[in-house]
C-alpha cells in the first residue's frame, strides 16, 4: 500500500519532489494542463483535460465516463511503489474526487463511507466533483454508495485553495 498526495496546482511541483512521487494525476482545466513534473516520466502523468462542473454545458470540457475509465486505468497500473500525486486547480474538487475514487477502485469492496470519512478527516476543505463520483459509481458498481458517502459528509470549509492532504491508496474491506 502507498499514498495518494492531493495539492493545488500551485504546489504540484514541491509535492512531487518532497514526497519523491513518480505518479501524477492532474484533473485540470483543458488551458492549464501543467507539464510532466520534473521526475516524473511522460508516461505516469495522466492529464485529464477537465473543467470542475457537475453537469454538461456546451462550453466546457465536462467529466465523462472516458474520463473516469481513463483515470481507474492509470491507478491499477500504477505499481504503488511510491506515491501518487493528484492535483486540480486548488485542490478541492476533482483532485479529492480522483483520490476518493483511486483509493475506491483499489479498495475491491471496502465500505465507501469509511473512505469518504477519512477524506474528510484528512482535508476540510475536500469537496468532491459529484460528476465525476456517479460516474466512478456506475463504472465501479458501487450501486450508489459512492455518490451517497460523498453526499452524507459534512460540508467542507470554504477555501480558495487546499491545504496538501493525503489519503492511503489502498482500505481493508471489513
Known amino acids: 500500500m502507498s499514498t495518494i498526495y492531493v495539492c493545488p496546482l500551485a ?6 519532489t518532497e514526497t519523491s512521487a513518480r505518479y501524477v494525476v492532474s484533473a485540470i482545466n483543458p488551458w492549464s494542463i501543467p507539464d510532466t513534473p520534473d521526475g ?7 492529464k485529464l483535460a477537465i473543467n470542475d462542473i ?12 472516458r474520463h ?3 483515470l481507474i486505468g492509470f491507478a491499477e497500473r500504477w505499481n504503488q511503489d511510491g506515491p501518487l500525486v493528484v492535483h486540480c486547480l486548488a ?3 476533482r483532485s479529492s ?4 475514487i483511486i ?14 470519512r477519512h477524506l474528510r478527516l484528512a482535508s476540510r476543505t475536500a469537496h468532491p466533483n459529484r460528476l465525476m463520483v456517479r460516474h466512478a459509481d456506475d463504472l465501479l458498481a458501487r450501486n450508489g454508495r459512492m455518490i451517497a458517502a460523498i453526499e452524507a459528509l459534512p460540508p467542507p470549509l470554504a477555501a480558495l ?11 481493508k474491506s471489513d
Not at 11 to 16: A, F, K, N, P, Y
Not at 107 to 114: F, H, I, K, N, Q
Not at 161 to 171: M, N
Open 11 to 16: 504546489r504540484l511541483q514541491q509535492t512531487v
Open 40 to 46: 516524473v516520466e511522460p508516461d505516469n502523468h495522466l
Open 54 to 65: 457537475n453537469e454538461p454545458r456546451h462550453d466546457l470540457v465536462h467529466p465523462e465516463p
Open 68 to 70: 473516469i475509465e481513463q
Open 91 to 93: 485542490g478541492i474538487s
Open 97 to 100: 474526487a480522483s483520490a476518493f
Open 103 to 116: 483509493a475506491c477502485a483499489l479498495s475491491g469492496r471496502a465500505d465507501e463511507m469509511a473512505i469518504a
Open 161 to 171: 485553495e487546499a491545504e496538501l492532504f493525503s489519503l492511503p491508496s489502498e482500505f
